[in-house]
């Protein structure tokens, strides 16, 4: 690389940062270290990575200074150039931030990232992949280097702060099961989250809905059939033959009654042997495309049967199937959704969800009561369709608020 196509990244830099606006920024950004030599951001696309990057840069950074630079690996002024010489080049005319957007698309980036890591002990950098399985690939690569996270799509809370401008603090699970009454009337004295919560269910997962709000559906069925049409193909050999199997099973997912799966009856339903299907259902969590909740006495493996299986958000549910979703498989999807950004959700013998080995929970409707878990400690109702709780009972709306 040299110091004409050096100069048109600055520029680039510069144009995009004048743009970016920092008046909403993701809680993730608040939790990764960013001083950290080499950090590492995954996460499906959409999610608002590349925006996380350019406000940090924004915020924190001199960037005029050409100690900073920002390039993504999908941009065509990148295209046949190599990830170590633009490391190169940057530090030799005294770079010390480097932030490597779309990385999956440069091949054998890892092998690289590794050599630059070595070499450019000066140098920080940051890089971000939508590729979930490309980055999965290459974690074991960089687990002694690199500081991974992962960013989910918004929280109920997030989508509220950019649809209404209202923003409220995050709260911990400890804080919402000790104080949610007091946490609800705090929220509802701003404002009624219950006005908003069925539009995040049907569009505010991804924080692209504020462009293509008519066309935001359209645009998630575009993200699945790329993943599932070429990255499954390419990086898991999943035979293309099968990806129409693969859509019918999400199809069902979708409008099922929380989906409790019966591997052999689905696999002849579907015409996918066994043995695959099991495979291709731990892909396709890899993927995020769906969530696979086990027993909480299950040790995991790739050909284990999940007992419960669910879309990863509900977004997908309504872009799948329209309107026709089942109350309980939205409650639920929501609720795992959330929780498992954060901690560890499987399914209990009594009650619907497990959190962390210690929390039991119990969704429902408006008037749900505890009586299945009425003998269990550590238990709580979650119910929908209420603006605030008592006792035990906390609405669903409320755990929009942990991230």
């Not at 026709?324 to 498989?329: D, Y």
Request: proline share 3%.
């Amino acid at each position: 690389m040299n110091e004409t196509l050096l100069n048109k990244l600055f520029e680039r830099q510069f144009k995009l940062l004048q743009h970016v606006s920092t008046d909403f920024i993701r809680s993730v950004a608040d939790e990764i270290a960013w001083h950290v030599r080499l950090v590492g951001i995954r996460g499906v696309r959409g999610v608002g990575k590349t925006t996380l990057l350019l406000q940090y840069i924004k915020k924190n950074l001199d960037y005029r200074n050409r100690k900073v630079l920002y390039v993504s690996m999908d941009h065509i002024l990148l295209s046949g150039q190599s990830l170590y010489g633009l490391a190169a080049t940057f530090v030799r005319y005294g770079g010390k931030h480097l932030f490597i957007d779309e990385i999956h698309h440069y091949r054998n980036w890892h092998r690289e990232l590794k050599n630059i890591y070595d070499d450019f002990p000066e140098l920080q950098t940051v890089f971000t992949g939508s590729s979930l399985l490309n980055i999965l690939d290459a974690r074991a690569d960089l687990s002694r280097r690199a500081l991974m996270y992962r960013m989910q799509g918004l929280s109920f809370r997030e989508f509220l702060a950019l649809e209404t401008g209202t923003e409220f603090p995050v709260y911990s699970l400890e804080q919402i099961l000790e104080n949610h009454r007091e946490i609800s009337m705090t929220v509802l004295a701003k404002l009624n989250p219950m006005a908003y919560f069925k539009d995040y269910l049907t569009f505010g997962y991804f924080p692209f809905f504020r462009e293509y709000r008519d066309l935001y559906h359209e645009r998630l069925n575009e993200m699945i059939n790329f993943l599932l049409e070429l990255e499954l193909p390419m990086l898991r050999q999943v035979d293309l033959a099968y990806i129409p199997k693969i859509k019918q099973l999400l199809g069902i997912i979708a409008v099922s009654v929380p989906f409790t799966p019966q591997i052999t009856a689905l696999s002849r339903k579907i015409g996918i042997n066994r043995l695959t299907l099991l495979k291709y259902l731990h892909y396709l969590a890899e993927s995020e495309l769906i969530i696979t909740l086990y027993r909480d006495t299950q040790s995991v493996s790739l050909l284990q049967k999940p007992a419960k299986i669910y879309l990863e958000n509900t977004n997908y549910m309504y872009a799948f199937s329209g309107d026709n979703v089942n109350p309980g498989n939205i409650r639920e999807t929501f609720f795992v959704n959330q929780l498992r950004y954060r901690h560890k959700v499987a399914l209990p013998a009594r009650g619907d969800f497990r959190v962390d080995g210690k929390w039991l929970f119990e969704t429902g409707g408006r008037r749900k009561s505890s009586r299945q878990i009425q003998e269990q400690t550590d238990a709580f109702v979650v119910a929908d369709d209420t603006d605030i709780g008592y006792g035990n009972k906390i609405p669903l709306w409320m755990f929009g608020f942990l991230y």
